[in-house]
Nanobody
Framework: QVQFVESGGGLVQPGGSLRLSCAASGSIFRIYAMAWYRQAPGEQRELVAI???????NYADSVKGRFTISRDNAKNTVYLQMNSLKPEDTAVYYCNSRSMDYSWGQGTQVTVSS
């Protein structure tokens, strides 16, 4: 089964940027829709962005215009470029298929604070 390893998180000031990566242990070519999720302390995990093999992309309203999702099937990697970060973006970020068919990775912590 494919496993995911997220990386690229860290501490950043409001207005800053980060680029997250999600490396899969196997091919993601057959996974039609890949997604990024996030979970803030005391909150439920929420969907952030989706990208399909056909190039369709959707974002949560809270990140539209600031985040960009992309995928590189040749590298079995999904990315999330995050710009204009806000304190409310603070969370652990995870990737998975849109239908959450796979085990969750350890995630990568993003903290936005001055």
């Amino acid at each position: 089964q494919v496993q995911f390893v997220e990386s690229g998180g860290g501490l950043v000031q409001p207005g800053g940027s980060l680029r997250l990566s999600c490396a899969a242990s196997g091919s993601i070519f057959r996974i039609y829709a890949m997604a990024w999720y996030r979970q803030a302390p005391g909150e439920q995990r929420e969907l952030v962005a989706i990208v399909t093999n056909g190039g369709m992309i959707n974002y949560a309203d809270s990140v539209k215009g600031r985040f960009t999702i992309s995928r590189d099937n040749a590298k079995n990697t999904v990315y999330l470029q995050m710009n204009s970060l806000k304190p409310e973006d603070t969370a652990v970020y995870y990737c998975n298929s849109r239908s959450m068919d796979y085990s969750w990775g350890q995630g990568t912590q993003v903290t936005v604070s001055s």
